[in-house]
């Protein structure tokens, strides 16, 4: 995924590469969990996903189908399959709009419901994620964060998806409410064998609540794996800063961290080879003239790494 920018009155157009030679597929009653700092993409993949941009270049195949140069028209089946949760509960929120009209939207978008059939299947939804009926004719402002968190989530299920994308759903939360929102999640998963992209930047809720782990790093993967390998043997060093900067929450248990050198290169201007090798400990010459393949180094774990090829 490109994006064209423009960094000054007489200089030529240049792209941003957001996304780059990135892969991985998702099983349906599984949860991916996509991690990394900040710009290093994860949206953009998440809304990539969903075409709610349309990439630049490669395949987004849904049940067999290729839809990433679908039209408008013939992309609307795919859209019932493939839903979002946004990181922001309320701007997501129409407050124009009550709670009822909210969830029941893509019920009339998709000639599913109407009328008294479609509320008593909004009803039915709201009480699936811990909210009430008569919560129907509320507005997006007389609910808790919380809560309207939930109703994203009822949106989501109202066209019964096979794959939900959550970009940072849990951020805008209170580590409380976090915990129930997840449970909510893990409890609809279960019973209705959703697969999740899961967004996020919080490694405590991503290794609770995923079965495998994505790092991203400026655009590409670095490793991917077992979310239970990854925590316990991180093979990239990037991953192994990541890991590193988690808090404990013993404060008689303190660690060294060593924290990353150097600032994140530039997208605009990406240095050849290895993007982390100006800030990787292992880096080599290797590392700054190609870039490292995602090669598998142990069974379900696969790291993009020069270094490691070599034993480091």
């Known amino acids: 995924m490109r994006y064209p920018v423009k960094t000054g009155w007489l200089e030529p157009r240049r792209d941003v590469l957001a996304v780059n030679e990135l892969s991985f597929e998702v099983r349906r009653g599984e949860t991916l969990a996509l991690v990394g700092e900040s710009g290093c993409g994860k949206s953009t993949v998440g809304r990539s996903i969903l075409r709610l941009l349309r990439p630049t270049s490669g395949r987004i195949v849904v049940d067999g189908i290729d839809i990433a140069g679908l039209s408008r028209k013939r992309l609307k089946p795919f859209r019932r399959k493939v839903q979002m949760i946004f990181q922001d509960p309320f701007a997501s929120l129409n407050p124009r709009m009550n709670a009822g009209e ?83 999640m893990q409890e609809l998963q279960r ?74 290169p530039s ?3 990406p240095p050849a080879g290895c993007s982390f090798a100006s800030r990787c400990p292992l880096a080599e010459s290797q590392c700054r003239q190609s870039i490292p393949a995602l090669v598998e180094v142990a069974a379900g774990q696969a790291v993009a790494c020069h270094a490691m090829a070599h034993g480091h």
């Open 102 to 184: 909210i969830v029941g939207e893509p019920l009339s978008n998709f000639d599913l419901a109407h009328g008294r059939d479609r509320e008593e299947r909004v009803a039915a939804l709201f009480q699936r994620v811990g909210l009430s009926r008569d919560q129907m004719r509320r507005y997006p402002h007389e609910f808790s964060g919380g809560q309207r968190q939930r109703l994203g989530i009822a949106r989501a299920l109202a066209v019964e998806p096979a794959l939900i994308v959550g970009d940072e759903p849990l951020s805008a939360l209170d580590v409380s409410v976090q915990a129930q929102v997840i449970n909510l």
């Open 191 to 264: 019973d209705l064998g959703l697969a999740y992209v899961f967004i996020a930047h919080d490694l405590a809720v991503v290794q609770h609540i995923s079965q495998r782990v994505a790092v991203m790093y400026l655009g590409r993967l670095v490793e991917m794996g077992d979310t239970r390998q990854i925590f316990a043997n991180p093979r990239h060093p990037y991953t192994k800063a990541l890991l590193a900067a988690v808090p404990i929450p013993d404060p008689t248990n303190r660690r060294e961290i060593k924290p990353l050198q150097g600032e994140v």
């Open 267 to 269: 997208p605009i201007n």
